[in-house]
């Protein structure tokens, strides 16, 4: 059987292989040789992100999680990355209703009171939400 393997180790280096494992109790089987991986998922959280995608090609890039996640991205692309700005859920769900195929699932309320949970949005006041300084690891 043919198996892939990624290791990090306490740097943070990333090395991948492939091994043929033989079946149990045989000793048969070789490695291919590790090689550094160039980036990391935290790198790609830290990487510079493009606003200037049209949003259907930005969600298909980095909306790749839940809908907690998918929120949080939608809610980036909306306010152009800046924190503090206010988008209205009415705004949200259409821009959501519209990115359907996309995003994969219907819109959920509690997606944007989940991402809130996690720290990417907030909520000053009913019925609106900011970003959040972190959420950049909605990217992950």
């Given at each position: 059987?043919?198996?892939?393997?990624?290791?990090?180790?306490?740097?943070?280096?990333?090395?991948?292989?492939?091994?043929?494992?033989?079946?149990?109790?045989?000793?048969?089987?070789?490695?291919?040789?590790?090689?550094?991986?160039?980036?990391?998922?935290?790198?790609?959280?830290?990487?510079?992100?493009?606003?200037?995608?049209?949003?259907?090609?930005?969600?298909?890039?980095?909306?790749?999680?839940?809908?907690?996640?998918?929120?949080?991205?939608?809610?980036?692309?909306?306010?152009?990355?800046?924190?503090?700005?206010?988008?209205?859920?009415?705004?949200?769900?259409?821009?959501?209703?519209?990115?359907?195929?996309?995003?994969?699932?219907?819109?959920?309320?509690?997606?944007?009171?989940?991402?809130?949970?996690?720290?990417?949005?907030?909520?000053?006041?009913?019925?609106?939400?900011?970003?959040?300084?972190?959420w950049r690891e909605a990217l992950k």
């Amino acid at each position: 059987m043919r198996v892939q393997i990624t290791v990090t180790d306490d740097e943070g280096k990333t090395f991948e292989g492939e091994v043929d494992l033989p079946p149990a109790g045989t000793r048969r089987g070789g490695a291919r040789r590790a090689r550094n991986m160039p980036a990391t998922p935290a790198a790609v959280a830290d990487a510079k992100v493009d606003f200037k995608l049209p949003l259907r090609a930005f969600l298909k890039k980095h909306a790749t999680g839940g809908g907690p996640q998918k929120f949080a991205v939608l809610l980036a692309h909306m306010t152009g990355g800046k924190t503090g700005v206010q988008v209205t859920r009415e705004a949200i769900e259409a821009a959501w209703t519209r990115n359907k195929g996309v995003l994969g699932v219907d819109y959920h309320t509690m997606y944007g009171t989940r991402s809130t949970g996690e720290g990417w949005s907030d909520s000053p006041k009913r019925g609106t939400f900011v970003l959040l300084p972190d959420w950049r690891e909605a990217l992950k």
